[in-house]
């Protein structure tokens, strides 16, 4: 079994200094919306509906641990869940 080590420190309102053993990242947001970035990393975007645990992330630029990876490409089942992320969105707030 691994370990993990993560620590986070909140450095002002929706802004946070995460800590792991694979180094420190940054994430700006907070519910609904959280944008995760690391140097080197690629960056990840996860959009929720608070209080239903439905959620979508993806992942954008490059990631140094794969070269040659651009990119993430939003398969059929991620704009189905974005989809029902909005549909869910609309029916809460109207």
């Not at 002002?12 to 944008?35: A, D, E």
């Not at 439905?54 to 398969?75: C, F, I, R, W």
């Not at 089942?77 to 989809?83: E, I, N, P, S």
Request: aromatic letters at 8%; zero cysteines.
């Amino acid at each position: 079994m691994g370990f993990r080590f993560r620590k986070s420190v909140k450095v002002l309102p929706g802004v946070r200094l995460n800590f792991s053993k694979s180094g420190m990242s940054t994430s700006i947001g907070g519910k609904g919306l959280t944008v995760n970035v690391k140097k080197g990393r690629k960056t990840r975007t996860t959009i929720s509906l608070p209080g239903t645990g439905l959620s979508h992330t993806s992942y954008s630029g490059t990631d140094s641990t794969t070269p040659g990876a651009n990119g993430h490409q939003v398969g059929f089942w991620g704009w189905v869940a974005a989809a029902l992320l909005l549909l869910a969105a609309v029916k809460l707030f109207s």
